[in-house]
């Protein structure tokens, strides 16, 4: 296991592509040391920036202690092996991992997870906006994988998804499942407003407060149980709504009816 | 400054060399018979070989729309970055690369002349800002005009002379070099909404067709004895069953061509080259466009070919640009320039496993195969529409090599190849005819008399490429030449060279080359034509020409017109 101080508290954006357990493993504690990163516009040496301790036990983990908010793309494109950061760790995290896991015990920046394919990543604290979003402009989102936040998250959860799923434990913001075509998104409490706008595939389910479903929505009936993924369920009833109609859609909003009062005026298009 | 390119293989199609071993003399920016041997720098181009600087006859780099293309497309960029070095400054793009990169990337492979072929005239003056920010190469930029309000009233009263001063100023007042029309007739119907679908269509509110359009202009072109000829993006670009209509408008001027010399350029002809009734019975229709190009004279063509890769799609076919939203669901932009032109702008991925764009790339290589005279058609990829034009090695393999396109073939859908008329085609292109088709033939379809040759007098652009053609086989070793034809070992700009071992070694800046065009009777800039740029304008006349202090270096090319 290989375990990471942070030197200072930074100032200055940290890219971190090199904190990754493949290009740890097989590496000297001198070999990891050199390795390239960048400080603002700086390139250093890992060990410029770290404290580097080494233990001889398991090669693919690596820990990581202390304030790294300011430290980007921590295991981007990871296959396989783990990283646990205890603290807040910063944006791009486990950017278009495919497998692996990455534990937070902390708040983690924003696109924690942008365009992962396979793996899992695991955050306690908040997760920001575009959690397992593509990068601006992309339309090529999550497409495998799982992300589970047992805080809060930002805006545009899961945005251009096409596959895997995302599990909130807590409450999110605005437009969750935006442009999503596949996959499943679960926010146990409360939602912000225009969940799966222009959604054209996928299962959104809220298990709180949605202040209103778009227009573009009609609703299809009402439903005991959902699941979320195999061995899990969430209980209801939820009403289930389709669309986006505007985009043609055919995806799936389920909100829950006893925290939902105020949408019973859907029923009567029932 | 004096250099002397020593022992390479020169292939200089404008004064018929092919392949001897000679040396070439520059001094103070031009080629030259021989230099002092004592003082010059020698570059030893022993088993390369020494080709004219890279002309690209269509490319857009710049402009409105490109910078549009830009903005709507982050993720374009952040894959695709340079940092900046203590020559060269940092850019972004793949497909839509910022002014300097672009500058940078095409020096990289022996290019050093560039056309940018659409410039909507009101934004003028943002294209000649990134041109002059377009460093390492001579550029140049054409109108867009076929749309244009006053070209289409003009046409309607029948009076060729004085559209054809209206378009004199407008080359002049826009820093333009060429006549562009795109989608002639259809880009005015897209302002109501509507296409045109032929060339005798009427084009609302005018009452004239696209061939009145085009044949208009063709003979403009000609009363001002502009040296390019007119540049057409056909109509119906993109449809299946558009080959009909492209051999159409090859075939409307055909009577206006003179002395066997070109009267039209169909511009990125793959695009306009597809048979069929719909998307499922697509074909090529590159054999019928081949022959009759064979057969003519008065037509010069460039591939527009297809790379299976992310790209930007960006034309002033406003209508063509909405067809490919509709079909491709992803972001776009449209614009409709007052009253000039359109635009349109969607990003798009070609597949190898697609069977239509499968057959859009066989359809470009074949054109480029079947028309036999190299002199007619040219090597694009209509940047960045089929492809970025950092995939212009690639096409070289393609053409010079049968093995690497049944490599390709191996790799596309299989329906596409089953029907590809790529496997019975044995032609493989030799240096000289990738020479012609990559720089000699497109400066001479552009008028350019000073490019795109290494005769004495020519300008020193010159690409240095290593690879020996004595010793190796095109045809086999295809990768070979595709590695040797990315990275230039020289590129020489101007005398100076510029990159060494594929790698900028000096930055230099190019000049814009537009035409002043002179008319015996200057236009008459009367109240009315104010008046109609105040009504119809939200740019004044007083603000809309681009006066010459705007270009940084500024090369304008003399013309005498015949009215």
Request: net charge neutral; proline share 4%; charged share 25%.
């Amino acid at each position: 296991m290989i375990t990471l101080y942070p030197l200072k508290e930074f100032q200055h954006p940290i890219i971190a592509e090199c904190i990754n357990p493949e290009v740890f493993q097989g590496k000297t504690i001198q070999e990891i040391g050199a390795l390239k990163i960048w400080e603002g516009n700086k390139q250093k040496k890992l060990e410029e920036l770290f404290k580097i301790e080494k233990d001889e036990t398991d090669n693919l983990t690596i820990t990581i202690r202390g304030n790294i908010s300011k430290v980007r793309r921590i295991g981007t494109g990871m296959e396989n092996g783990e990283i646990i950061i205890h603290g807040d760790a910063g944006m791009h995290l486990g950017e278009e991992m495919k497998g692996g896991k990455i534990t937070v015990h902390g708040n983690v920046g924003s696109w924690a997870g942008s365009m992962m394919k396979g793996g899992t990543i695991e955050i306690h604290g908040n997760a920001s906006d575009y959690l397992g979003a593509p990068y601006r402009g992309s339309s090529e989102g999550m497409r495998g994988g799982k992300i589970v936040v047992y805080g809060n998250v930002g805006n545009e959860t899961g945005a251009h998804m096409r596959k895997g799923i995302i599990k909130i434990y807590g409450s999110a913001g605005q437009f969750a499942g935006f442009r999503m075509r596949k996959g499943t998104i679960y926010i146990q409490k409360d939602a912000g407003n225009r969940v799966g706008a222009c959604m054209t595939g996928g299962k959104i389910i809220v298990g709180g407060f949605l202040e209103s479903v778009l227009p573009t929505f009609t609703i299809e009936g009402t439903k005991g149980k959902v699941k979320i993924e195999e061995g899990e369920k969430a209980t209801g009833p939820f009403y289930l709504f389709i669309g986006d109609h505007a985009e043609k859609g055919n995806g799936k909003i389920y909100v829950s009816k006893e925290k939902n009062p105020h949408l019973s005026c859907y029923e009567k298009f029932l | 400054m004096e250099l002397l390119i020593r022992n390479g293989f020169v292939y200089d199609p404008i004064n018929g060399v092919n392949g001897e071993k000679m040396d070439i003399a520059v001094k103070d920016g031009k080629i030259v018979e021989k230099v002092n041997e004592n003082k010059a720098r020698e570059i030893d181009a022993s088993g390369m070989i020494v080709m004219p600087g890279g002309v690209d006859i269509h490319c857009h780099i710049a402009g409105s729309e490109v910078n549009t293309g830009r903005l709507l497309r982050p993720e374009d960029h952040f894959r695709d970055f340079e940092r900046k070095t203590s020559i060269t400054r940092s850019g972004v793009g793949y497909s839509i690369p910022s002014t300097f990169t672009t500058g940078y990337r095409y020096a990289r492979m022996g290019y050093t002349t560039i056309m940018n072929p659409s410039m909507p005239p009101l934004e003028a003056k943002h294209t000649h800002e990134e041109l002059n920010d377009t460093p390492m190469v001579d550029k140049a930029t054409y109108p867009l005009l076929g749309d244009w309000w006053f070209v289409l009233e003009y046409l309607k009263n029948a009076s060729i002379e004085e559209c054809a001063r209206y378009v004199a100023w407008m080359i002049a007042s826009t820093k333009g070099y060429a006549i562009k029309i795109v989608n002639p007739g259809g880009l005015e119907a897209w302002g109501f909404g509507h296409n045109v679908a032929s060339l005798d269509d009427q084009v609302p509110y005018f009452g004239i067709t696209p061939r009145e359009i085009v044949r208009g202009l063709c003979k403009v072109n000609k009363l001002l004895n502009l040296p390019h000829t007119i540049h057409v993006h056909t109509n119906n670009l993109g449809k299946p069953g558009n080959y009909k209509t492209a051999i159409e408008t090859m075939r409307c001027v055909e009577d206006l061509a003179a002395e066997n010399k070109p009267a039209i350029h169909i511009t990125h002809c793959q695009f306009c080259a597809f048979k069929g009734d719909d998307w499922r019975t697509l074909e090529s229709g590159a054999e019928d466009i081949a022959n009759y190009v064979n057969a003519h004279s008065h037509v010069t063509m460039d591939m527009g070919q297809v790379i299976f890769t992310d790209t930007t799609t960006m034309t002033a076919d406003g209508p063509f640009q909405y067809t490919l939203y509709e079909l491709s669901g992803n972001k776009w932009v449209n614009h409709d320039v007052e009253t000039e032109t359109s635009a349109g702008i969607v990003p798009f991925r070609y597949r190898r496993k697609s069977y239509v764009h499968a057959v859009q790339w066989s359809i470009g290589l074949e054109l480029a195969l079947l028309i036999k005279d190299s002199w007619k058609i040219f090597m694009t990829t209509d940047h960045p529409n089929g492809g970025p034009f950092i995939a212009y090695p690639k096409i070289i393999a393609w053409l010079m090599s049968k093995k690497a396109r049944e490599a390709t073939l191996e790799k596309i859908s299989s329906k596409a190849r089953s029907r590809s008329l790529l496997p019975s085609i044995d032609r493989e292109l030799s240096f000289y005819e990738i020479a012609t088709m990559t720089r000699a033939g497109q400066a001479k379809a552009l008028g350019l008399k000073g490019k795109g040759h290494l005769g004495v007098g020519a300008d020193a652009d010159i690409a240095i490429y290593d690879v020996n053609p004595e010793t190796v086989d095109p045809s086999r070793k295809y990768k070979r030449v595709r590695r040797a034809f990315k990275r230039a070992a020289y590129t020489i700009k101007g005398g100076k060279v510029v990159v060494e071992n594929g790698e900028i070694v000096q930055s230099v800046k190019g000049a814009t080359m537009w035409l002043d065009v002179q008319t015996s009777e200057p236009v008459k800039i009367s109240d009315d034509m104010k008046r109609r740029f105040r009504e119809y304008w939200t740019v004044e006349y007083e603000n809309y020409p681009v006066t010459e202090h705007y270009l940084e270096i500024s090369h304008p090319i003399k013309v005498k017109a015949s009215v």
